[in-house]
């Protein structure tokens, strides 16, 4: 069994910072990609970041050069730093990591239960 647990999420201002932790536990062998989406009412899930194991990272456009994905690979950890928030960026947050629970073992998606940010003033 694995579950990954989101939080740091909140209500903030246009303009503010919020940081986001993700931790995955249990039966966890090896942790390939880990990465934040977002969803907002009435859209589609979307990707924000992905962080590799070897730390290369991935990033929508519409966050480039205001948000930073970082892990803790000792932690099984993964981070999103939120700097000047926008009301677009308002969503449930998901956290997820592509794991192997044992070694040789298939690869699986797993996700967090979401964490709601709310920019608004």
């Known amino acids: 069994q694995v579950q990954l647990v989101e939080s740091g999420g909140g209500l903030v201002q246009p303009g503010g910072s919020l940081r986001l932790s993700c931790a995955a536990s249990?039966?966890?062998?090896?942790?390939?990609?880990m990465g934040w989406y977002r969803q907002a009412p009435g859209k589609q899930r979307e990707l924000v970041a992905a962080?590799?194991?070897?730390?290369?990272?991935n990033y929508a456009d519409s966050v480039k050069g205001r948000f930073t994905i970082s892990r803790d690979n000792a932690k099984n950890t993964v981070y999103l730093q939120m700097n000047s928030l926008k009301p677009e960026d308002t969503a449930v947050y998901y956290c997820n990591a592509d794991l192997r629970s044992y070694p040789h073992g298939p690869p699986g998606s797993y996700w967090g239960q979401g964490t709601q940010v709310t920019v608004s003033s």
């Open positions: 249990g039966s966890i062998f090896s942790i390939n990609a």
């Open positions: 962080i590799t194991s070897g730390g290369s990272t």
